[in-house]
């Protein structure tokens, strides 16, 4: 399984810009598709992820409190893919994003993949 991350970009505070990250390989089940960040001198954090509903609950998304209400995560089945759509950038959002994903192949399994990141710049 391969994460291909987009859409990274240098923007000014107040912009908007889309991340997209597309899943592809053997892929039975997305789990879990979601953004991390890691800004420049600080710990990698949950930026948002989007939990797919089972047989006893529904699909659901979480995000960090520093996003939200700007940012909105959403994903396209079909497609195997995951958007983030960022309003209202603050220079502190600046950081490498990157996608990750637990996918199953089979109904017995659940692993945890990585994108390769995209380097979001916002300019005050």
């Known amino acids: 399984v391969q994460l291909q991350a987009s859409g990274g970009g240098v923007v000014q505070a107040g912009g908007s810009l889309r991340l997209s990250c597309a899943a592809s390989g053997s892929i039975l089940r997305i789990n879990e598709m979601g953004w991390y960040r890691r800004a420049p001198g600080k710990q990698r954090e949950l930026v948002a992820m989007t939990t797919t509903g089972t047989m006893i609950s529904f699909d659901s998304t979480k995000y960090a409190d520093s996003v939200k209400g700007r940012f909105t995560i959403s994903r396209d089945f079909a497609k195997n893919t995951v958007y983030l759509q960022m309003n209202k950038l603050k220079p502190e959002d600046t950081a490498v994003y990157y996608c990750?994903?637990?996918?199953?192949?089979?109904?017995?399994?659940?692993?945890?993949?990585w994108g390769q990141g995209t380097l979001v710049t916002v300019s005050s």
């Open positions: 990750n994903a637990q996918i199953s192949d089979s109904p017995y399994n659940n692993y945890d993949y």
